[in-house]
């Protein structure tokens, strides 16, 4: 059986390279990791009580545009998602009732996901695009409950593109990422590595040389180059090991020093899909004992709808990464085009928000302020983000115009700094913002950086 190793690549066209038949244990290998890790995180998020900071306690949740028709469904049917979507999560990792198994899961998980805008996380969305890809993949082969206990065939070989498509989604978001770290405050200002970096100087027993500015600067351009070539790395034969090496220690590092979740134990197992086959299958074997060949079906060819699907999803994240172009000025700032691009910490942005009210009856002004209507986590993510500043002004503004039974007027006060920058007004505070709708064109109430 064919690895997934490009050796030999120069003498074969990409077409059949790509048709080639390699074993199905990659995609049982990857279900595995996937499965248990969205497992683990799923539990941790409800262990750590983040079920009820994040989506019980709030009287208000933030919308994604053009999915304002989610709502918060309530106390019990929130929790009732996690527990379906966990329990899910770990059959999709046993390889039982697999298809409906991972349509459960991937259809929770992405409800979750657009309940608040103020939760949205890099890793939360990779998860969802690869359940979407995963519910067209045959990620059964020897390695699943469903084939031991007979309820489907095993599938023995598969075509190598299946195999080639998740390696594709993860490796855009390293690739993305480093795309996104060609900006001049991250490689000319060593920010905000530099801030952050130099908040981590009293660690034991390395922190003092991050009291150094070249230290940043290093630090910066290093992850640039990291990113933008270590999809590439693990890719080749030749490189794969030492790639891989570096990729754990990347990882490492970054779980230590900043907190960003559970983003570094993803990517140190996702990354595993680039190995080949033969790989895959020695691990299984070793862990779960070898298979039996007898009765496997190998798989040739995809359904052309499949095929097209999955070929449109990865179209689709090559080309989004980039819509940020089509506004001006910095997108740092503006945020325009900013989520679903891999952008991965390029900036630390403070703000603070109040807003003027106006009742246009009588003419009486008050200030309001959003912590009476947000908690403290919603805050933090509002204060500079200037469609979650919109959508909670219309928000105020609705609900004292149905209290009063008057037209109301909101108007924003809001300053942000950007990468230890001077605070600058972040909204054109004379603009009333219930006559702005939010939408893809470029906002004008957003001021200049």
Same mark, same amino acid.
């Given at each position: 059986m064919t690895g997934i190793s490009p050796a030999g690549l120069q003498n074969t066209r990409p077409h059949s390279y790509l048709l080639?038949?390699?074993?199905?244990?990659?995609?049982?290998?990857?279900?595995?990791?996937?499965?248990?890790? *969205?497992?683990?995180?799923?539990?941790?998020?409800?262990?750590? !009580?983040?079920?009820?900071?994040?989506?019980?306690?709030?009287?208000?949740?933030?919308?994604?545009?053009?999915?304002?028709?989610?709502?918060?469904?309530?106390?019990?049917?929130?929790?009732?998602?996690?527990?379906?979507?966990?329990?899910?999560?770990?059959?999709?990792?046993?390889?039982?009732?697999?298809?409906?198994?991972?349509?459960?899961?991937?259809?929770?998980?992405?409800?979750?996901?657009?309940?608040?805008?103020?939760?949205?996380?890099?890793?939360?969305?990779?998860?969802?695009?690869? !359940?979407?890809?995963?519910?067209?993949?045959?990620? *059964? !082969?020897?390695?699943?409950?469903?084939?031991?206990?007979?309820?489907?065939?095993?599938?023995?070989?598969?075509?190598?593109?299946?195999?080639?498509?998740?390696?594709?989604?993860?490796?855009?978001?390293?690739?993305?990422?480093?795309?996104?770290?060609?900006?001049?405050?991250?490689?000319?200002?060593?920010?905000?590595?530099?801030?952050?970096?130099?908040?981590?100087?009293?660690?034991?027993p390395v922190g003092q040389i991050f009291k150094y500015s070249q230290i940043a600067y290093i630090a910066s351009w290093a992850s640039m180059l990291f990113d933008i070539s270590i999809a590439f790395l693990l890719f080749y034969k030749n490189t794969r090991w030492v790639a891989f090496g570096v990729a754990l220690i990347f990882h490492l590092l970054t779980a230590f020093l900043f907190n960003i979740g559970m983003f570094p134990l993803f990517m140190s197992g996702f990354i595993l899909i680039f190995f080949s086959s033969e790989f895959h299958q020695r691990i299984l074997s070793k862990f779960l004992g070898e298979r039996t060949e007898s009765g496997g079906e190998r798989i040739s060819y995809m359904y052309y709808p499949t095929r097209c699907l999955i070929g449109l999803l990865i179209l689709i994240q090559l080309i989004l990464p980039f819509r940020y172009l089509l506004y001006p000025r910095n997108v740092l700032w503006h945020e325009q085009g900013y989520r679903f691009g891999w952008n991965i910490m390029l900036m630390e942005k403070v703000g603070s928000v109040e807003f003027k009210i106006k009742d246009k009856i009588n003419g009486h002004t008050w200030v309001e302020l959003p912590a009476k209507y947000l908690t403290a986590f919603q805050l933090r993510q509002m204060n500079t983000q200037p469609d979650m500043i919109l959508e909670l002004a219309h928000h105020i503004g609705d609900v004292l115009e149905r209290k009063m039974h008057h037209p109301i007027e909101v108007k924003a006060e809001a300053y942000a700094s950007l990468n230890g920058g001077v605070h600058k007004l972040l909204i054109d505070s004379s603009v009333n913002l219930m006559d702005i709708k939010d939408g893809i064109r470029n906002q004008v109430y957003i001021t200049h950086e």
């Open positions: 080639r038949p390699v074993s199905s244990a990659s995609l049982d290998f990857f279900r595995i990791i996937f499965g248990s890790m *969205t497992a683990f995180a799923l539990i941790r998020f409800w262990w750590n !009580g983040w079920i009820e900071e994040q989506f019980t306690l709030p009287s208000f949740h933030f919308h994604y545009y053009g999915f304002e028709w989610i709502n918060y469904p309530g106390k019990s049917a929130i929790y009732g998602l996690f527990l379906c979507s966990a329990i899910s999560a770990i059959l999709v990792a046993c390889g039982l009732f697999y298809r409906l198994s991972i349509i459960v899961f991937t259809s929770t998980f992405i409800y979750l996901e657009l309940i608040d805008k103020a939760n949205y996380l890099n890793h939360y969305y990779l998860i969802s695009l690869i !359940g979407i890809m995963m519910i067209f993949l045959p990620m *059964t !082969g020897y390695y699943a409950l469903d084939v031991k206990w007979k309820i489907s065939r095993p599938i023995s070989s598969i075509p190598y593109w299946m195999v080639f498509a998740l390696i594709i989604q993860v490796g855009m978001v390293y690739f993305f990422g480093g795309i996104g770290k060609i900006k001049s405050d991250w490689l000319l200002h060593a920010q905000p590595l530099g801030l952050w970096l130099e908040a981590k100087s009293d660690i034991f």
